[in-house]
């Protein structure tokens, strides 16, 4: 009657698949208590380490699990409890990481009713509370684990990726916030044939490496000509964060999400450690805190 979860942070966009392509960290994310209750409804009962709202429709997870409850009959409700570690506004999917633990764990509890593919739509809802932007990219991942494609949005269809072996990325968060609203009201909403091109040939190429663990491909495929010149302004040391780490072995590096946090993709734990090293002598060199992580990709 009671579940407990561990809610992972993702990584949107992976520089080249803006809203559609996205991974999962499984050592970074937020842990859920999530059980049955005799009153019918969503209540969020208890949040911890951040801020957030405990009413059910402004809160990203009680309306993620309102959305699942309107399509099936329960006799019963449910009770949510939100132990938060993932930063609002960091670019590594706090609002994702709440809406698909949520419903998850009900999904556990009504004996899976939903396959977690199936979650993603009702996931999605937390996202558009959150960001007024129903956008996928971090949902799936966190549902489904590894890459994942959101290979169209109308009807949802989305696709696990494999992940080449020795798979792993650092991210480094500079403790400011970035809201995804804001990082979503500069971009523009036309783009270029000649960009477009660009941008499909690397996710392709993207796709094709992580398929044949080519891992020069995955790098020369990390580009992102469209939403990065936009929004890396609006990160601190984004073009030395971004040097450094392609300097010391990176394959690719690009903005996390909306931001500000900043990944790296490394092949092996000792060049995605090496990559975090020289992330961090860039923020200490300018006094700016911040927190890092490495995760492999499963
Ligand atoms: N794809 C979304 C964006 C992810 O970049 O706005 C937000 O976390």
Redesign the pocket.
Known sequence: NEIKLFAPGTI??LSCG??ILGLCLDNVGDEMIIRKSNQKGIRITKIVGADLPFETEKNVAGVAALAMLETIETGFGFEIEIYKNIKAGS?I?SSAASSAGAVFGINELLGRPFTNKELVQFAMQGEKLA?GSA?A??VAPALLGGFTLVRSYEPLDIIKIKSPDEMFATVIHPQIELR?SD??SILKQNISLKSAIVQWGNVGGLIAGLYTNDYELIGRSLHDEI?EPLRSILIPAFDLVKKSAIENGALGVGIS??GPSIFALSKGKETAEKVAKVMCEVYDGINLPYEIHVSKIN
Do not use: L, M, Q
């Open positions: 949107a966009n803006f809203d670019g999917g960001s956008h990219d971090n995804t990082a979503r939403v999400g909306s």
